[in-house]
């Protein structure tokens, strides 16, 4: 029986995962606040709530790795 193999930790791919799921939090931020009259606050908002959302992104993603 061999042992339980590591997960791959790839930086790259972490780092991609994070900017992409932050970009999107703001994009849709923007969209937002030009629909409600403000891009700037809505981007602000969009960025408040997209570095989380990419935090927890990669978080779900790389579990394994961050568990072990």
Do not use: C, H, K, Q
């Amino acid at each position: 029986m061999e042992p339980e193999r590591r997960p791959i930790f790839n930086p790259a791919g972490a780092g991609a995962l994070l900017a992409s799921v932050t970009a999107l939090g703001v994009g849709i931020g923007a969209l937002i606040g030009w629909a409600a009259g403000s891009t700037a606050y809505g981007t602000l908002g969009g960025a408040l709530a997209g570095v989380p959302a990419g935090t927890f992104a990669v978080y779900r993603r790389y579990r394994g790795y961050f568990g072990a």
